[in-house]
């Protein structure tokens, strides 16, 4: 195996840490392996339904926290490809030990990272170098009536975003707290 995976105090949710192979042409790093997760337990038989790529370009911004309610329930593998974000997943399962919990983590290429987020938890970023560029894995597709999410500035998660923040949406504005969901 070429990947390992850190648990984080969320069940369920993973950080696969992968070195990239890198010589005087670049670099190259496998970002998934169905049958490594699927060994390790963390992806399972879960499908790849959609595959996203996303580009920030200023500092600070921040996007999220966004998941996509049940039925329509998907799990996340997020990878920075340029730059550097810091990752937050949020555990939005009402029968989980460690609902209404945070756990952060920063992405970038050059750690070769990524974070594994499943079936309801929320997931959002913050873009630590401009021109940021992100991959995202899905295991469901996305349904615009499930999505639903949490304000990124929730006091009762108070999640400790390393930069003030930038730039932010009006759909994520306007997200509810977590007392209101």
């Not at 560029?133 to 349904?143: D, F, I, M, Q, T």
């Amino acid at each position: 195996m070429t990947a390992e995976l850190r648990r984080t105090p969320i069940n369920g949710v993973f950080e696969l840490l992968a070195k990239p192979f890198a010589d005087h042409r670049g670099a190259f790093l496998n970002a998934f392996r169905a049958q490594e997760l699927a060994f390790m337990s963390s992806w399972g038989d879960r499908c790849i339904a959609q595959v996203n790529l996303s580009r920030t370009e200023a500092l600070g911004t921040i996007r999220g926290l966004h998941l996509q309610a049940a039925p329509h329930s998907e799990a996340k593998l997020v990878r920075c490809l340029r730059g550097r974000v810091w990752d937050v997943a949020v555990d939005l399962r009402q029968d989980s030990a460690t609902y209404g919990q945070w756990h952060g983590v920063e992405l970038s290429p050059e750690q070769g990272n990524a974070l594994l987020i499943p079936e309801g938890c929320a997931h959002g970023f913050q873009v630590l170098e401009p021109g940021s560029e992100l991959l995202y894995l899905h295991s469901g597709a996305w349904v615009q009536e499930a999505e639903t999410g949490l304000r990124w500035d929730d006091p009762q998660l108070a999640i400790a975003w390393p930069l003030p923040s930038g730039e932010l949406s009006e759909r994520d504005r306007g997200l509810p707290l977590l007392s209101a969901t």
